[in-house]
């Protein structure tokens, strides 16, 4: 099972390569005509804009690479004169990126696509072999021999056989190869990376300590608009209580009864307060059994995918269950979706969730709704939140956290 889900993860690393590797090779070919037309002179002018379009590229790259693995920070733009361009380091290392990119990267990704369909093509090539003329269905045995009855043509499977071990095995590797330029290559300078860093930090510890403002007014709503009405009710039941008790004692029964039912109410609404501070789930079982729990609990169908070898950090794992919390809260109450699924991995050092359903889409954290508490939640833990919500759907939010220790 490991296995197939790693030549899956690699076919899909492929498939996104793939469309990386075709953006670069337009790219390859916008800067050869580019470098013609440097002959008659116009080359000089469009150079600069080329150089950035070369740079928007790499960029698209580096957001792919860092969604598979460690983050990738890029440099600046490029200076806006060519010499200057031209002159810096990083520029000249996404020159090299397109050209590896483009051949090396565009063969391992058709080759990483072509296996699969190379195999269930032999694999199903009995079904289908007397439709073909017979010098095609020859070919279908690559030459070797003749396919002229059931017997040549289920031979042909062995091929098949041959192409599923090898879509089982390869694109894992392959997936690695293709990515090794750009993390070779696309990295900005450790000066650059030291001074990003540094605005990243600093964005961070602000979206903390919002998030923590934004979590202190979440509870002290909830025990004032909730828990503490409850205990003034029955402060006030108990007193008319108290006070029918020597003229009315029917009337002190009942008035009692209404005093306990608002006590047990307010326990259960203070209850809820504690656990949403921190589920006593994540102490008592995992993960991967309070996000089961949260599926179970959602009116919307949900099937949960996790596959978590160990624990992470409490204060990770917290997060983790309040973004699919309020993700699938999201789900039930806007998108009307049919269908929800969650998916936990944790690949290396961090934990990445996605959450998708099919329904209507148009989702934006910036409308006020629960999303952008996911975007806060993400970013305070040094996460990254991409959303992806087209109109007509289907909706997927991808949250990355680090595990911690």
Do not use: K
Not at 56 to 70: K, Y
Not at 93 to 120: D, K, M, N, Q, Y
Not at 297 to 315: F, I, M, T
């Amino acid at each position: 099972m490991a296995l197939a889900r790693a030549s899956l993860d690699g076919i899909e690393h492929l498939v996104s390569g793939f469309g990386t590797a075709i953006l670069a090779l337009i790219m390859l070919l916008a800067l050869a005509a580019t470098a013609l037309l440097c002959l008659v002179g116009v080359g000089l002018l469009l150079a600069p804009a080329v150089l950035r379009g070369l740079h928007a590229v790499a960029d698209r790259e580096r957001a792919r690479l860092s969604r598979w693995g460690v983050e990738l920070i890029g440099p600046e733009p490029p200076p806006p004169t060519l010499r200057a361009a031209l002159a810096n380091p990083s520029t000249r290392r996404e020159l090299c990126w397109v050209a590896a990119h483009t051949t090396l990267g565009l063969v391992l990704a058709v080759i990483g696509l072509t296996l699969p369909f190379s195999a269930i093509r032999d694999l199903t090539f009995p079904l289908w072999w007397h439709l073909l003329p017979q010098a095609e269905a020859a070919d279908g045995a690559m030459g070797l021999w003749v396919v002229n009855d059931l017997a040549s043509a289920a031979a042909v499977c062995v091929f098949g056989l041959g192409y599923t071990v090898l879509t089982v095995l390869l694109p894992p590797v392959m997936a690695r190869l293709q990515a090794w330029p750009g993390r070779r290559l696309l990295a900005a300078d450790a000066g650059t990376d030291l001074a990003l860093r540094v605005v990243q930090l600093t964005a961070t510890r602000a979206a903390a300590l919002d998030a923590h403002a934004a979590e202190l007014r979440r509870i002290e709503r909830s025990l004032h608009d909730g828990t503490q009405n409850r205990i003034v009710a029955v402060t006030v039941l108990l007193g008319a209580a108290r006070r029918a008790v020597a003229r009315d004692p029917a009337t002190a029964d009942e008035v009692l009864e209404r005093a306990q039912s608002a006590a047990e109410q307010a326990l259960a609404e203070l209850r809820a307060v504690v656990r949403s501070i921190l589920p006593p789930v994540l102490e008592d079982r995992s993960l991967a059994d309070a996000l089961s729990g949260l599926a179970a609990s959602c009116p919307v169908p949900c099937e949960v995918d996790a596959d978590l070898p160990g624990r992470c950090a409490a204060s990770v794992e917290a997060t983790a269950y309040f973004v699919v919390a309020e993700a699938l809260t999201n789900i039930a109450r806007h998108s009307q979706a049919g269908q929800a699924a969650v998916s936990v991995r944790r690949r290396d050092d961090r934990l990445q969730l996605r959450i998708t359903d099919d329904g209507r889409g148009g989702a934006d954290a910036r409308d006020g709704s629960g999303l952008g508490g996911i975007h806060r939640r993400a970013e305070a833990h040094d996460g990254t939140f991409v959303l992806t919500s087209p109109p007509g759907g289907p909706t997927t939010l991808n949250v990355s956290l680090p595990c911690g220790s």
